[in-house]
């Protein structure tokens, strides 16, 4: 399983009308979101034991930073809480992996000195720091390497993949715990993404995998837990989330003595808290209201591009219209969208390089990149070209003539899941509703109040698969492994694969591909698998988000990292 997050978050936006050229369209959203001319502080209800000014919180060191999504969990290898907050504020800084991520993407040993991959039998060794600990002073050690790998395999657990742990026969222990071997039955490329989170054995014993840490990341008699630099001591349903500095971690000690998450749901009242001084930093969901931060005198602005992957899902496997499941139709619907009037509308004033990707296993960043996707390039009137070569009725003959088709008997009807909370997506679903009522679909409004209904296990969640478009975010590793258990067939190991979408070459391709160690050999089976889903279209890529961090410039250490690490990724360094 590679660690592969949801990613939701954002404010509410009413009324917005779509509207003919990308430049109008742009003054339309952003006239929709509003902005926040007033500074006033206080906005926020005051968290007790953490003051109210920025000076009185730099006298304690104190650090608040804001955050947008609220969880559902902090075990993110559950299919229920693999949450990008959840991450950020309860794993990252707090329970550590083999490996982390950099801001340069690259990977550094962490709970480990060094691993090695190779020899026949495939195999990796790791080697564990030899001063790894636990905050209650018991040794980090091979047994809570096989302990995650069990926890992943077990058929009982809901995790969101197991891709690569399943590719391991045995295991093998040596150097009094501190070293660990495992042996698979192939090679596996993307090693050095597994182990990503290394859970406690000792204070976990007993318990419920499904179930731990709900609202802490603790051992079975509720103490906090951690092998990282802080130790989440506090967690409010809503309200924040805390984090202490931990005296035994092995690394450098933390600058600060406390981190609070407050979680704004509101890019409005977040971007107001961070002019206002009430809180110290922020990762808001990029919005053109951002503006109003870009320049502003004692704040750092810093925009990246990030390994985001903004989609829509299409076709659910639960109640869906059937006209998904035909290729065709869905050509028409991503011939429908123009997603680079999307991106510029978006991110033309706060990011002016985002460019709309075209690929489901690269991102334009990476050398390996062919925009297949380039191909469905918005055009309306092909649409419903396409639509009557198939036997639609009942639709317009150009674009905006009005009527809806029918194909086949069933009506060109489909339903939309996001949440309404998020501004730009809100905007997106408006903005799509429009584009296919141009070219005879309609699309209703299957929208949720919140990313705990979208990502839960009721009805109208993603995993319920009660829909036709599911828009949404992963954030991944930089390793093309990330989107395996998303996209190949649901009954061959796409745990994550909540769509109608199965093709038996595709998912053979992706499995090749993870046991594929040579670069270039493994480029071109990957390669294959996304020209053949760019054919089918199972999604429509839209754009790689970029990574917004905004501080007070009072603020030092906080370096933005692209990944699913996330800001927190030094979390010891931040500092006043």
């Given at each position: 399983m590679h660690k592969r997050l949801w990613l939701f978050a954002g404010a509410l936006l009413a009324g917005l009308l779509l509207v003919a050229g990308a430049s109008a369209m742009k003054s339309s959203v952003a006239a929709n979101e509003g902005t926040t001319q007033a500074t006033a502080s206080h906005v926020l209800p005051a968290i007790a034991g953490v003051p109210d000014s920025p000076a009185a919180r730099k006298a304690k060191s104190i650090l608040v930073f804001g955050a947008e999504q609220d969880v559902d969990g902090f075990n993110v290898s559950l299919n229920c809480c693999s949450e990008y907050w959840a991450q950020v504020i309860g794993q990252t800084a707090v329970v550590r992996g083999a490996f982390l991520i950099t801001e340069n993407l690259t990977y550094k040993p962490d709970l480990v000195t060094g691993a090695k991959a190779g020899g026949s039998p495939w195999k990796v060794t790791y080697l564990i720091r030899k001063n790894a600990k636990w905050n209650d002073g018991t040794p980090v050690s091979a047994t809570d390497f096989l302990y995650t790998w069990k926890q992943i395999m077990n058929p009982n657990n809901d995790v969101t993949g197991r891709s690569g742990y399943d590719q391991i026969t045995r295991a093998k222990t040596g150097n009094h715990g501190k070293t660990v071997t495992f042996f698979f039955k192939a090679p596996f490329a993307d090693w050095q993404d597994l182990f990503n989170t290394v859970y406690p054995s000792h204070a976990l014993k007993g318990q419920d995998f499904n179930k731990i840490w709900t609202n802490c990341v603790c051992g079975a008699n509720g103490k906090p837990i951690s092998d990282g630099p802080f130790l989440l001591t506090s967690y409010r349903k809503g309200t924040d989330a805390t984090l202490v500095a931990n005296p035994k971690w092995y690394g450098a000690k933390p600058k600060l003595h406390e981190i609070v998450f407050r979680f704004i749901q509101d890019t409005n009242s977040e971007i107001q808290a961070m002019r206002g001084g009430e809180v110290d930093a922020i990762q808001p969901s990029p919005q053109t209201a951002l503006t109003q931060l870009q320049h502003q005198s004692g704040i750092v602005y810093s925009a990246i591009p990030a390994l985001y992957f903004e989609h829509l899902d299409l076709s659910g496997h639960g109640d869906h219209n059937p006209l998904m499941e035909k290729a065709w139709f869905r050509e028409v619907v991503i011939s429908s969208i123009d997603r680079t009037a999307l991106v510029r509308t978006f991110y033309g004033a706060i990011f002016p390089s985002e460019v709309a990707m075209q690929s489901l296993l690269f991102y334009p960043r990476d050398?390996?990149?062919?925009?297949?996707?380039?191909?469905?390039?918005?055009?309306?009137?092909?649409?419903?070209?396409?639509?009557?070569?198939?036997?639609?009725?009942?639709?317009?003959?150009?674009?905006?003539?009005?009527?809806?088709?029918?194909?086949?008997?069933?009506?060109?009807?489909?339903?939309?899941?996001?949440?309404?909370?998020?501004?730009?997506?809100?905007?997106?679903?408006?903005?799509?509703?429009?584009?296919?009522?141009?070219?005879?679909?309609?699309?209703?409004?299957?929208?949720?109040?919140?990313?705990?209904?979208?990502?839960?296990?009721?009805?109208?969640?993603?995993?319920?698969?009660?829909?036709?478009?599911?828009?949404?975010?992963?954030?991944?590793?930089?390793?093309?492994?990330?989107?395996?258990?998303?996209?190949?067939?649901?009954?061959?190991?796409?745990?994550?694969?909540?769509?109608?979408?199965?093709?038996?070459?595709?998912?053979?391709?992706?499995?090749?591909?993870?046991?594929?160690?040579?670069?270039?050999?493994?480029?071109?089976?990957?390669?294959?698998?996304?020209?053949?889903?760019?054919?089918?279209?199972?999604?429509?890529?839209?754009?790689?988000?970029?990574?917004?961090?905004?501080?007070?410039?009072?603020?030092?250490?906080?370096?933005?990292?692209?990944?699913?690490?996330?800001?927190?990724?030094?979390?010891?360094?931040?500092?006043?």
């Open positions: 050398a390996r990149y062919v925009p297949h996707f380039a191909k469905w390039s918005f055009n309306a009137q092909k649409a419903i070209n396409l639509m009557k070569a198939h036997g639609c009725t009942g639709g317009p003959s150009s674009p905006g003539g009005g009527g809806i088709f029918t194909c086949g008997g069933q009506k060109a009807s489909i339903l939309e899941r996001t949440i309404s909370s998020n501004k730009r997506r809100l905007a997106s679903f408006a903005i799509y509703q429009q584009e296919l009522k141009n070219v005879g679909i309609e699309l209703r409004d299957g929208l949720v109040p919140d990313a705990n209904t979208l990502f839960g296990t009721g009805p109208n969640s993603v995993n319920a698969g009660n829909w036709d478009i599911a828009e949404y975010a992963w954030v991944t590793s930089p390793d093309p492994s990330a989107f395996t258990t998303w996209l190949e067939c649901a009954n061959q190991g796409g745990e994550s694969n909540h769509m109608t979408y199965c093709n038996k070459k595709v998912t053979k391709l992706l499995k090749q591909g993870d046991r594929t160690s040579n670069v270039a050999k493994r480029t071109a089976i990957l390669t294959q698998a996304d020209k053949i889903m760019s054919n089918e279209v199972p999604v429509v890529p839209l754009y790689a988000q970029p990574s917004v961090l905004v501080h007070k410039s009072s603020v030092k250490g906080m370096v933005n990292n692209p990944s699913f690490y996330g800001p927190s990724w030094n979390a010891e360094a931040w500092h006043f």
